[in-house]
């Protein structure tokens, strides 16, 4: 019944930009942090930035200048504005939702959207 479902993938030249959407059901949204990672063929999945339930954002530094994070509650819905790409972006970019509670860690994954950045 959770579900998160990242869309907005896609073929994109170098310099080119893309906003990824991840669309949230089946728990209380505003009670997660948010966060994308990516991973890339062979490579370990990585951080790409996170939003807290108080709408604090953090990024890698690679991503910094370039790739902007933001919720929108109302919607249950996290997005990835992500310009000036590169082909070292290309990857499976994969929305994460996280929340403490007092029995331990509660963490969903959606099923990714791929990103290729290629001219």
């Known amino acids: 019944q959770v579900q998160l479902v990242e869309s907005g993938g896609g073929l994109v030249q170098p310099g080119g930009s893309l906003r990824l959407s991840c669309a949230a059901s089946?728990?209380?949204?505003?009670?997660?942090?948010m966060s994308w990672y990516r991973q890339a063929p062979g490579k370990e999945r990585e951080l790409v930035a996170s939003?807290?339930?108080?709408?604090?954002?953090n990024y890698a530094d690679s991503m910094k200048g370039r790739f902007t994070m933001s919720r929108d509650n109302a919607k249950n819905t996290v997005y990835l504005q992500m310009a000036s790409l590169k082909p070292e972006d290309t990857a499976v970019y994969y929305c994460?939702?996280?929340?403490?509670?007092?029995?331990?860690?509660?963490?969903?994954w959606g099923q990714g959207t791929q990103v290729t950045v290629s001219s």
């Open positions: 939003i807290t339930v108080g709408g604090s954002t």
């Open positions: 994460n939702a996280k929340t403490r509670t007092r029995t331990g860690v509660v963490d969903y």
């Open positions: 089946g728990f209380t949204f505003s009670n997660y942090a």
